[in-house]
């Protein structure tokens, strides 16, 4: 159904005569009769009665009027959808817990103007980024583990978290009571991180941390969510996993775990947000100053990068 002539039947109703339609929608009366008979063609009804005084709806037409304005609307919601600025900024944070959500809920606080859908692909940085390219979403939050030349044309990244490390641990560990530890520490317990897939740029991140600092990943077991992970952690001596600082984890009071801070140095797992250069979505430009202003300045203290960070 041609919409251009059901806005045209719409305005006549509305305007009560074709020569004040035409002045409504800028065109011809002779371009408003054409398209009213086009429809009225096209439905196989007549929709208005012609008389001196002006036009009146037929049955026909007073039953088509609601349908219509329902069309004209559906027209502008799918227009709103997809019409930069209009439609939500559609932003991949890969989980919920982490970094990049927590600060995402941060700029949604100081822009609730700006509509926000936030999703969860759960994929690795090739995968997200062949996302942003597609239009599916409109940036993303991942390490980039390749040179800039490498990437895509269209593809453009900034990194704009620095996130350090805490040692999450059961309060019967050795380091329960730990203000701080040391990489180097580290390197005497066992780090269960479970499930971690091969080939991503997580995975990449913790080989090159545990080649620099002699430590031990071990990612044997079975994986039941976070919330089992938790509670072997709170039973145990000896396990213990690592979290960035801003991770949030929910847990019960009698499991009593601890988050240390590792230092000296801090490893920093590096997160960039990736977009297409030709997005023209005001909100994503908006994000992105929002982020360039929160981005945490290193303190003064000895850190360590994976060699592509």
């Known amino acids: 159904m041609n919409l251009d002539a059901v806005r045209t039947f719409v305005a ?8 004040d339609a035409a002045v409504t929608l ?22 208005f009665t012609r008389t001196a005084r002006g036009t009146h709806l037929t049955v026909d037409g007073q039953t088509f009027l609601p349908h219509a304005r329902e069309l ?36 949604h606080r100081a822009h609730p103007r700006i509509e926000l859908d936030v999703v969860t692909l759960d994929a690795d940085v090739h ?47 050795t380091l329960a009571n730990a203000r701080t530890v040391t990489p180097r520490q580290l390197a005497e317990h066992r780090i269960w991180m ?14 090159e941390l545990a080649a620099a600092f002699g430590l031990t990943i071990d990612l044997v077991g079975p994986v039941f969510g976070n919330e089992a992970l938790l509670a072997e952690i709170a039973d145990s001596a000896e396990l213990a996993t690592l979290a960035g600082e801003r991770t949030r984890y929910l847990w019960p009071d009698s499991y009593d775990l601890r988050r240390v801070p590792v230092r000296d140095p801090a490893p920093i797992y590096p997160m960039s947000l990736i977009w297409r250069d030709d997005n023209p979505h005001p909100g994503l430009r908006a ?23």
Request: hydrophobic share 45%; aromatic share 6%.
């Open 12 to 19: 006549a109703v509305d305007a009560g005569q074709f020569q």
């Open 26 to 47: 800028s065109i011809t009366q002779q371009a408003v009769s054409k398209r009213i008979a086009a429809l009225e063609k096209d439905l196989g009804v007549r929709l």
């Open 72 to 107: 004209l609307r559906a027209e502008a919601r799918a227009d709103a959808s997809v019409r930069p600025g209009r439609r939500a900024l559609r932003v991949d944070v890969h989980s919920r817990r982490i970094a990049p959500a927590v600060l995402l809920q941060d700029f």
């Open 127 to 173: 995968a997200a980024m062949a996302a942003v390219e597609a239009g599916t979403v409109d940036a993303t939050f991942h390490a980039v583990t390749v040179a800039a030349r490498h990437l895509p044309a269209a593809i453009e990244t900034t990194r704009v978290i620095d996130e350090h490390h805490e040692l999450l641990v059961g309060p019967r560990h």
């Open 194 to 207: 479970p499930g971690m897939a091969p080939g991503t740029e997580w995975a990449a991140y913790y080989d």
């Open 287 to 309: 994000l992105r100053d929002y982020l360039a202003s929160r981005r945490a300045q290193v303190r003064d203290m000895e850190v360590w990068l994976p060699p592509w960070g």
